[in-house]
């Protein structure tokens, strides 16, 4: 089926400490795992993706690592910082038509708040 | 660059009345989705078009839910007749292609519809 689960739904940390956010997805054929932040209110922008090509990416703060034999990839920030304060959605492609695109299935959203 | 506009943010309606959104993508772009997202979930996919032609409808209610996409540009989203259930805000979202696989979607600033 297509699931994506996300945990935890909230997630509080003081500023300069590590987040952590898990999702494990269900179609094995998933390639692409992009992240979403979505500040409130506001639209959700990507924040950083990777192909099942890689194990690890890496940008600035923020890092993705993906498993695909167990089918679950994480985000983690570093350093966090009260601007890093939003809901973030991670996202599994299906049906990928390559270099033309697919259908992304989101997980259901973990609420970081980032304590001064 | 612009981003991709929807109109109109809000509305609310009574049930059983119709409504009709309105979205742009952005220039160039071929892909053209539009996503529910309930308060407090992931966006879910109604329907994705490539180009005017449609991708993936499989989880539109099509009983009361249309949408085109005329021209391979603009598109709308209508509901007719409005239930209780589909208070939510409806994100439009256009993608870009990067080489090697990578789909970034850009999200326009949604709009939130209330049925009362």
């Known amino acids: 089926g297509e699931n994506v689960e996300q945990h935890p739904s909230t997630l509080s940390v003081q500023e300069g400490d590590s987040a952590v956010i898990k999702c494990t997805y269900s179609d094995s054929a998933s390639n692409y795992f992009p992240w979403y932040k979505q500040e409130l209110g506001k639209r959700p922008q990507l924040i950083i993706d990777?192909?099942?090509?890689?194990g690890e990416k890496k940008d600035q703060r923020i890092a993705v690592t993906l498993n695909k034999t167990a089918k679950h990839f994480s985000l983690h920030i570093t350093e966090t910082q009260p601007e890093d304060s939003a809901v973030y959605f991670c996202?599994?492609?299906?049906?990928?038509?390559?270099?033309?695109?697919?259908?992304?299935?989101f997980g259901q959203g973990t609420e970081l708040s980032v304590k001064p | 660059e612009a981003g991709v506009a929807q109109s109109p943010r809000y509305k609310i309606i009574e049930k059983r009345q119709s409504v009709a959104f309105w979205c742009n993508p952005i220039s160039g772009h071929a892909t053209l989705y539009w996503y529910q997202q309930i308060l407090g979930q992931g966006p879910k996919l109604l329907i994705q078009f490539q180009n005017n032609g449609v991708v993936d409808d499989s989880q539109l209610p099509k009983d009361r839910f249309s949408a085109e996409r005329l021209k391979g540009v603009d598109s709308t989203l209508k509901i007719q007749p409005a239930k209780l259930e589909d208070s939510a805000v409806y994100l439009c979202?256009?993608?870009?292609?990067?080489?090697?696989?990578?789909?970034?979607?850009?999200f326009g600033p949604g709009t939130r519809l209330t049925v009362t």
């Open positions: 990777i192909r099942s090509n890689v």
């Open positions: 996202a599994a492609l299906i049906k990928e038509i390559y270099n033309q695109g697919g259908k992304l299935i």
């Open positions: 979202a256009s993608s870009l292609v990067r080489e090697g696989g990578f789909y970034e979607q850009y």
